[in-house]
């Protein structure tokens, strides 16, 4: 069977692409574990930093979601799997409107019609957030019965495509599971246009001996989950079985509830287990980023996951060891 990840030149389109490749194999149209054999990473723009490795078959596939044709033209097997993962992320929604419904909710749809001329019941995962929620009654903790009230363009592009996944599955079109993202952590690399970028570059900023610049009070907390499980999640929702599922077909996943504070501690705390010397953190508010960062929830309840085989998350100092083995020069 055809892997398609959509967004696959970013760090978890190409993380979940590595995983793929050493599992070789996903439950495809048969409602058995098919041998996968063509991996295609679709996005405008591939970094130097992504690798094939061990992919077999790997294609990086340069292309815009917003081109109708482009989108179809990757979809030309009736044996696929799409995890569809591009969209314009949050700081960037605010910024450009007319964009944001282009990529986030043009771009969706025409994934889905392609998927919905094809023979079958094809499979799909969407990565969705919990940028999704907000709003004055939201509570701490959301779970996949608290309404759905974002304050941002980018949320509210993500529950249209939530409800587009339920009503193309409702009607037969395809076989859709949408994944309700924390913010995860530790990303590689520079930080990204993101409102919740902070959240990685605490982290990746001190342990590559560079300053972090915090633009958020330390006291706020936020639901964050490590890279692996991301990537874990992703695929066990697209093996659940579907009578499994039912209407709803979105999934929040668990995460850890950390303050800055509490991070940075255990971040300390692993950098003198592995005997490095971090960079510092400087205090540096932005009351935009924080105003944003003010209307997602602090935690999340991910039982329904948990039910169809996503993993329990590991500790925050777990997420921090297997980034300074997975990016970083220091050994363990």
Same mark, same amino acid.
């Given at each position: ?53 061990? +992919? ?20 030309? &097997? ?48 969407? !990565?969705?957030?919990?940028?999704? /929620?907000?709003?004055?009654?939201? #509570? ?9 009230? #974002? &304050?941002?363009? %980018?949320?509210?592009?993500? +529950? ?66 490590? %890279?692996?499980? +991301? +990537? ?9 079985? #579907? ?27 692993? !950098? ?27 935690a999340t309840d991910g039982s329904r996951a948990l039910k169809l085989g ?12 297997? /980034? ?5 020069? %220091?050994?363990?």
């Amino acid at each position: 069977m055809k892997v398609l990840i959509t967004g696959g030149g970013g760090f978890i389109g190409s993380q979940l692409a590595k995983r793929l490749g050493e599992k070789g194999s996903l439950i495809g149209p048969s409602g058995e574990q098919e041998k996968i054999d063509s991996i295609v990473l679709f996005d405008s723009h591939f970094s130097p930093a992504i690798q094939q490795g061990n +992919v077999p078959d790997l294609t990086l596939l340069s292309g815009d979601l917003t081109d109708r044709d482009s989108v179809f033209s990757s979809i030309d &097997r009736d044996d696929i799997a799409v995890f569809h993962l591009a969209a314009m992320v949050s700081g960037e929604c605010e910024q450009r409107f007319d964009d944001a419904l282009a990529v986030n909710l043009d771009g969706t749809r025409h994934v889905l019609e392609a998927l919905r001329e094809r023979s079958g019941i094809p499979r799909i995962v969407f !990565a969705s957030s919990v940028g999704s /929620y907000g709003g004055e009654d939201m #509570p701490d903790t959301v779970g996949d019965l608290t309404k759905q009230t #974002p &304050r941002t363009t %980018y949320g509210m592009s993500k +529950v249209i495509g939530e409800l587009m996944i339920n009503d193309y599955s409702r009607k037969g079109f395809l076989d859709g599971r949408s994944a309700r993202l924390p913010t995860i952590i530790i990303r590689p690399g520079a930080p990204n246009a993101a409102a919740s970028s902070w959240a990685s570059g605490m982290f990746r900023e001190p342990l590559n001996g560079e300053t972090c610049y915090l633009p958020v009070h330390r006291d706020q907390c936020h639901p964050m989950l490590g %890279y692996r499980d +991301v +990537v874990e999640s992703f695929i066990a929702l697209h093996d659940a079985d #579907p009578q499994l599922i039912g209407s709803d077909r979105a999934f929040g996943l668990p995460s850890h509830r950390i303050s800055v504070a509490e991070g940075l501690t255990m971040l300390e705390q692993v !950098a003198e287990e592995r005997q490095i010397s971090p960079g510092i953190v400087v205090d540096d508010f932005d009351p935009v980023i924080q105003a944003i960062v003010d209307t997602w929830p602090t935690a999340t309840d991910g039982s329904r996951a948990l039910k169809l085989g996503v993993p329990e998350p590991k500790s925050v100092k777990d997420i921090i060891r297997d /980034y300074i083995d997975d990016f970083t020069s %220091y050994t363990s």
